[in-house]
């Protein structure tokens, strides 16, 4: 997944599980959850691709992840 990260050729990707669900990834946006150091914010997707709110996980998007703790939001999306 780090290498993921770090390959992304825009400051936006959209990540798909063999489970369905989905991660919105963005990367040193201003107009998102981002800032110096804690580059990444993460949104779960749904199987039709829509934010979901309601997943175990989080009721919101998480905002000012280091990449590690992207990493470990994408992990556990992927285990949902």
Known sequence: MKEQLNN???N???FWFPNLWGASVVKDEPAAYC???FPYEIA???KRGQID???PLTNDVLGYLTTEQAIEALE???EL
Do not use: E, F, R, W
């Open 44 to 46: 779960v997707l749904n």
């Open 53 to 55: 709110y309601t997943t």
């Open 8 to 10: 992304m050729q825009s």
């Open 35 to 37: 800032k110096d150091g």
């Open 76 to 78: 556990a999306i992927q």
């Open 12 to 14: 936006h990707a959209v």
